[in-house]
């Protein structure tokens, strides 16, 4: 037993030794794994694409060996290149076969089923166009592309089936087939964790709004992912500017029903405390600045409820004043300490001086059409000016409210040193021609047509051309205008207009026909405040109807006049919107002397002054005055030049139905005195009304109008004696024959404004609480009017 023990250990440690001490096997030759050396490369299949252009594509060249490693990268290779469907790599002897299948060429494109988006659209964002290969990768991306167009516009159910037809010659028709499918709206919007604000009210924060089937045109009601993120700020600046500084959106979520029809969106946030403005102090580092004028400019206090706006307003604020003052390299950082037991926020505003940079240069790019030198005089700054950001964010304005452009950028770049930086300006480029045709009706004019043609940037020299004609009941006029801004490489505008009016007044009971031209040029004085000058040459010609053939108040103004007159204007506006301005006002005074030529002459002053101010919440108070006076330089004032007063001036009275009258024959004769002044109220109407675009507004309008300077005449007299046989103006009861009162005429009244897609809609009910006997009232005044 111990003895077969012994042999099995023995034998044990002598394998063990052989394993452990013996040679390692002799290496095998290598030609047992040779592969075979490529002699020859074939290509099979190709009819397009040449052999040998294949063969550049391949790892492997004739006289390497069959690495099979080697062909299989080429075999990748081949297939990037997307030319092929199919590619088979094979050895036959020493010749390395390669057989393709080549994609088929795009013979054309087509997209059927659109009818929401065109085709335009797709072009310019799908990949694939005529003559090129044809690779199901390439259509797959450009599926979803297209279907990412679709989801921009809120649809989200949108369908795109790609369909192949095949051609001769290896082409192919590709056929996008498009089902559209209905928009996903925004179904609900809804909000958790919100106790301060309502859920009503911060619908009314955000732009998306919730589908309703009142709203024809609305646009927000559908879902955009963009739009979402800006909404979600939005809210949190809501609840900053509120006091409640801790805000956060926790999440924002839009969920799609399972028919792909709605959208319902879930904010959720979390409010925190409110605070209030702690102690505000400022530090200032630059020994010219002292804290005392800078305090001076903080417009924040202790114990306001906190607002980051108005934190921001008062660096705006200091920063324009010190720019003013000179300090225009400034970096103002608010220091912020909360106090979260007390609920307050004390705020250190420190100012730093930051060293001096220069602009090196302004680089433009994008503009195809629009001239350099149009963009370059725009801007408040030049190459070589010291670095002001104010300038270059007025001057980023100036370039938008060209009109030109539909986006406009400024990007500040480094310089060559450390001192200078570049400004790089990108603009892209909108249509500037336009041709408009409208309709409409007021109370004043009647049912009106108006068509127009113009370009504001003709031969991207920033000049405007524009030819008008309208047409009503009253009024038939044709202008062709042209403006020159920058008229002599001076910040100057130069224009001409030449028209013909045709204008028939029933109220006074004469009808003009004017030719004229008009040359004005205007130029700023300041960055609000701007000086207009003007000369106007015009002839008049003034009829009247037969009856009135022998009206002492007409005749005389009956006939061909020549009027040439010099005017200025200069005026003050800073409004927030020209079309409905909630902030800021507006002043201008205006004068006209006729005598320079022509038979007419005379001295006329006018005056217009409208203020806005938001008084709480969204009411504004608006209030507005306008004036006018003429006076005759040695000769009465004709009755086409004289002030008419009336609707839609003066609302509560009919057209020219304020001021002297003759009431012989209830014509009315205008007046060379005028002043109308409105107060009113714009009254918000809550989310509904304001989605709808609708306001109401609530005013008072005072004035009056008079001073018709009329002659004495003779009651029984024939035209060739009036001169020689004169009378006062009085019936033979004592009674006056013109009345003219300069009285207070006062009318209360409310408005109702809708901004329709149709174009301003207006109904006005007023009503004359201050009137003499003679004048005319209108109670509801209506004006409609749409231009597309």
Excluded at 39 to 58: D, K, M, P, Q
Excluded at 326 to 333: K, Q, S, W
Excluded at 583 to 612: H, P, T
């Amino acid at each position: 037993m111990y003895k077969n023990t012994g042999q099995n250990l023995f034998t044990v440690f002598t394998l063990a030794f052989l394993f452990l001490f013996a040679a390692p096997p002799a290496p095998v030759a290598q030609e047992e794994f040779d592969f075979g050396t490529i002699e020859l490369i074939s290509v099979v299949g190709n009819t397009r694409i040449e052999a040998n252009t294949i063969a550049t594509y391949l790892t492997v060249n004739v006289g390497d060996s069959f690495d099979p490693q080697a062909i299989d990268a080429s075999l990748k290779t081949l297939f990037a290149t997307g030319l092929f469907a199919d590619v088979v790599m094979e050895r036959s002897g020493n010749t390395l076969v390669i057989r393709v299948i080549e994609n088929p060429i795009i013979n054309r494109i087509v997209f059927e089923g659109n009818s929401r988006l065109k085709e335009d659209d797709f072009v310019e964002e799908v990949e694939l166009r005529s003559r090129m290969i044809y690779t199901r990768a390439k259509v797959r991306s450009d599926v979803q592309r297209i279907l990412e167009l679709y989801r921009r516009s809120g649809r989200f159910a949108a369908v795109v089936e790609p369909k192949v037809i095949q051609r001769e010659q290896n082409r192919v028709d590709l056929v996008f087939e498009i089902s559209e499918g209905p928009r996903s709206r925004v179904s609900r919007i809804n909000f958790i964790g919100n106790r301060v604000f309502s859920d009503k009210k911060l619908r009314g924060v955000i732009a998306t709004n919730e589908a309703r089937w009142w709203k024809f045109f609305a646009s927000n009601d559908t879902y955009d992912p963009d739009r979402l993120q800006f909404d979600r700020e939005e809210i949190r600046q809501h609840y900053l500017d509120s006091g409640y500084a801790d805000i956060r959106i926790v999440s924002a979520v839009a969920e799609l029903t399972p028919d792909q029809r709605d959208f319902f969106i879930t904010f959720v946030v979390n409010e925190g405390e409110k605070y209030s403005f702690g102690v505000i102090s400022v530090e200032s580092d630059i020994k010219a600045l002292p804290e005392k004028l800078i305090q001076n400019m903080v417009t924040v206090e202790e114990g306001q409820t906190y607002s980051a706006t108005k934190v921001e307003n008062t660096v705006e604020n200091i920063t324009n004043i010190a720019g003013i003052l000179g300090f225009a390299f400034l970096d103002i950082r608010p220091e912020v300490e909360r106090d979260r037991q007390n609920r307050t926020i004390s705020i250190n505003f420190r100012v730093f001086e930051v060293p001096r940079t220069y602009i090196e240069r302004i680089d433009i790019h994008g503009n195809v059409r629009t001239l350099d030198r149009v963009i370059r005089r725009e801007f408040r700054l030049a190459e070589g000016d010291a670095f002001n950001s104010l300038r270059v964010e007025r001057s980023e304005q100036r370039l938008q409210l060209l009109g030109f452009f539909r986006e406009v950028e400024i990007e500040q770049l480094p310089g060559s040193q450390d001192d200078l930086v570049v400004l790089d300006v990108t603009v892209e480029e909108q249509a500037t021609g336009e041709f408009s045709l409208g309709f409409g009706y007021s109370s004043f004019d009647g049912f009106i047509f108006d068509t127009s043609i113009s370009e504001r940037n003709f031969l991207g020299k920033g000049q405007q051309i524009t030819l008008g004609f309208l047409l009503s009941s009253r009024r038939k006029n044709i202008n062709i205008a042209f403006t020159q801004p920058y008229f002599l490489n001076r910040n100057m505008i130069a224009g001409i207009n030449v028209f013909r009016q045709d204008f028939s007044n029933r109220e006074a009971g004469f009808e003009t026909k004017t030719t004229g031209i008009t040359l004005n040029l205007r130029f700023p004085i300041t960055e609000y405040i701007s000086l207009g000058t003007r000369y106007t040459l015009r002839q008049d010609k003034i009829q009247i109807p037969e009856q009135f053939l022998f009206n002492p108040f007409l005749a005389e103004s009956v006939g061909n006049n020549t009027t040439s007159s010099i005017g200025y204007s200069i005026s003050y506006i800073n409004l927030d919107d020209f079309r409905f301005p909630t902030k800021g006002q507006q002043i201008i005074f205006s004068q006209d002397f006729a005598g320079v030529g022509g038979n007419i002459r005379y001295l006329r002053s006018s005056l217009e002054a409208d203020l806005y101010r938001p008084i709480t919440g969204e009411w504004v108070v608006h209030v507005g005055l306008e004036a006018g006076y003429i006076k005759g330089l040695g000769q009465r004032v004709r009755i086409n030049d004289r002030f008419f007063l009336g609707n839609p001036r003066f609302r509560g009275f009919d057209v020219a139905g304020v001021g002297p009258i003759d009431t012989s024959t209830g014509q009315f004769l205008g007046g060379n005195i005028f002043y109308v002044a409105t107060v009113g109220v714009l009254i918000p109407l809550g989310d509904f009304a304001e989605e709808l675009g609708f306001q109401l507004s609530a005013y008072v309008d005072a004035g009056t109008l008079y001073n018709a300077e009329l002659p004495e005449f003779l009651i029984n007299c024939v035209p060739d004696e009036m001169q020689d046989c004169r009378i006062p103006l009085f019936f033979d009861n004592g009674d006056p024959i013109v009345r003219d009162s300069g009285a207070l005429r006062v009318a209360v009244g409310i408005g109702l404004i809708w901004d329709s897609p149709f174009g301003p809609v207006r109904l006005d009910v007023a009503m004359a609480i201050l009137k003499q006997p003679f004048d005319r009232t209108q109670t509801i005044q209506f004006n409609v009017g749409t231009r597309f």
